[in-house]
């Protein structure tokens, strides 16, 4: 098996993984795998050495297809761990502003300050 196959198998591999809808539950493995196969891939690729035949073109092809797929699918799942975070973010801060509802309280409302000496 050449180079170039076990950089497809790999990349198909990929495209199968991020095609699946991934759930908050198991996200963390999914990441994991996602990137030992981006590891994997990536040393792979520095062996893949021309001249190409015809079939290394296409499976080249659908190698850059697939790759566009997985950027894709990569960006949404970022973005949804993004918006966890900031959802996280927002509960616990509505959490210690129910705890200490005057936390953040700057006013000098109330307050006298004498001017004289």
Known sequence: MSALEKVYSITEQLFQLVSKSVNKDSRDEVIEEITSLL?????????????????????????TTWNDIIDDKMTEI????????????????????????????????????????
């Open 39 to 63: 590891d994997t891939r990536d040393e792979l690729i520095k062996a893949v050495q021309p001249p190409f035949t015809a079939n290394d073109k296409q499976l080249y092809n659908q190698i």
């Open 78 to 117: 970022k973005a949804n761990i993004q918006q966890d975070m900031m959802q996280l973010k927002k509960s616990k801060s509505s959490n210690q502003q129910y705890i200490n509802p005057y936390q953040n309280v700057n006013s000098s409302d109330g307050m006298f300050y004498d001017k004289r000496k």
